[in-house]
T-cell receptor, first 114, second 113 residues
Framework: AQSVTQLDSHVSVSEGTPVLLRCNYSSSYSPSLFWYVQHPNKGLQLLLKYTSAATLVKGINGFEAEFKKSETSFHLTKPSAHMSDAAEYFCVVSDLDGGFKTIFGAGTRLFVKA | DSGVTQTPKHLITATGQRVTLRCSPRSGDLSVYWYQQSLDQGLQFLIQYYNGEERAKGNILERFSAQQFPDLHSELNLSSLELGDSALYFC????????????FGEGSWLTVV
């Protein structure tokens, strides 16, 4: 069965410093992987998506993620944090294990300090 | 704007009551999903419909039910409401199938008093 683990419930960075949000997954098949962002009192917005094409995926707002099959990881990064990046981030895995399923991680809250 | 429309945006009701949340998916999307998000439980998958039929079921209580109509809009019915049902309920949609991007609505805030 597939699963997704976001390794940090909270991450705090200073504005202008790099962001790293970690995600490990488990999947028996070739998964699709996603990162979503949720700003306060808003719906979830797609940041980026991996579907077995290039392993380095670029998303919106300067975010990118790298699919590493050997490490079963899909970490989200950004070179320089902005105050507007403060939000909750969800890593998501989707595959056909036992029928079509989409699993959301528990979320990582990103704090950005001025 | 994701293209997924949810109504109402906010709802306050009393314990024991019944409410209906409505969702219109993005044009062309056949799958509709319902999620519940609360502070203590996080984001919980409730149920998925594909082209009118139930496709997957998550942590949905027996007091809750959903359906997807021929025009593909969906309703989530919550009955015998309890204080703990207070949460943000999201509807989402996708074209359908593995790997398709799920697009979320802005959510319906339910407060049970």
């Amino acid at each position: 069965a597939q699963s997704v683990t976001q390794l940090d419930s909270h991450v705090s960075v200073s504005e202008g410093t790099p962001v790293l949000l970690r995600c490990n997954y488990s999947s028996s098949y070739s998964p699709s992987l996603f990162w979503y962002v949720q700003h306060p009192n808003k719906g979830l917005q797609l940041l980026l998506k991996y579907t077995s094409a290039a392993t380095l995926v670029k998303g919106i707002n300067g975010f990118e993620a790298e699919f590493k099959k050997s490490e079963t990881s899909f970490h989200l990064t950004k070179p320089s944090a902005h105050m507007s990046d403060a939000a909750e981030y969800f890593c998501v895995v989707s595959d056909l294990d036992g029928g079509f399923k989409t699993i959301f991680g528990a979320g990582t809250r990103l704090f950005v300090k001025a | 704007d994701s293209g997924v429309t949810q109504t109402p945006k906010h709802l306050i009701t009393a314990t024991g009551q019944r409410v209906t949340l409505r969702c219109s998916p993005r044009s062309g999307d056949l799958s509709v999903y319902w999620y519940q998000q609360s502070l203590d439980q996080g984001l919980q998958f409730l149920i998925q419909y594909y082209n009118g039929e139930e496709r997957a079921k998550g942590n949905i209580l027996e007091r809750f039910s959903a359906q997807q109509f021929p025009d593909l809009h969906s309703e989530l019915n919550l009955s015998s409401l309890e204080l703990g049902d207070s949460a943000l309920y999201f509807c989402a949609s996708s074209v359908g199938g593995q790997g398709n991007t799920i697009y979320f609505g802005e959510g319906s805030w339910l407060t049970v008093v």
